[in-house]
């Protein structure tokens, strides 16, 4: 009878014990949760810093390399077209079928040089499409590294509390041949 007298204060002492454990639990998981949180706030603003970094050391890269090509081009262009009037005079001052060889040859450097700058658009075109895809195909696989680290802490994490509730449960257990 004695025992049925003391169970509702061992019960009271018992619901006591799990919410001041509840209670510890929360702050605990609350701490976890905003330490973690900026954590990947802090490695979220590094990565962002490094992309953008990167990017504008790519974008200042392919500025700088367009505008060679295209002073080159400007040189290269200036100097065609002073080869072809030169040309020009010195077909004017010739037959006319010398005059009609010039026209051809001033037709075929045009030719010459739009291919040139045809091929040399589509190699820009190009590079500026594989670096977007490499700088996607990086934001993917961060996304992924990061997803999969909160994925294996939570797994800690849970595994850590399951661990310490059984502990407390075992600790909490009266002894077998102690009744």
């Known amino acids: 009878m004695d025992q049925l007298r003391d169970l509702p204060e061992r019960v009271g002492a018992l619901e006591s014990q799990i919410l001041q454990l509840r209670t ?3 702050d605990g998981f ?6 973690f949180s900026a954590e990947l706030h802090g490695v979220a603003a590094g990565l962002r810093t490094e992309l953008r970094t990167e990017l504008h ?12 090509v295209h002073d ?26 010398l005059h009609a060889e010039a026209m051809d040859a001033v037709t075929r450097l045009r030719a010459e040089t739009m291919g040139a700058v045809t ?7 190009g590079a500026v499409t594989h670096l977007r895809a490499e700088t996607m195909g990086a934001v993917t696989r961060l996304r992924a590294e990061t997803m999969e680290a909160i994925s294996n802490l939570d797994a800690v994490v ?6 310490r509730l059984d502990r407390l ?11």
């Open 72 to 97: 080159s081009l400007r040189s290269e262009m200036r100097d065609l077209r002073e080869d072809i009037r030169i040309g020009v005079e010195e077909s004017q001052n010739l037959a006319k079928g």
């Open 24 to 26: 510890e639990m929360r």
């Open 30 to 35: 609350s701490a976890i949760r905003s330490d």
């Open 119 to 125: 091929h040399l658009r589509a190699e820009t075109m």
């Open 169 to 179: 449960l075992e600790s909490r257990r009266p002894a077998a041949g102690g009744e």
């Open 158 to 163: 849970r595994r850590d509390v399951i661990s």
């Open 57 to 68: 050391e790519v974008r200042d890269s392919l500025r700088s390399e367009l505008h060679e």
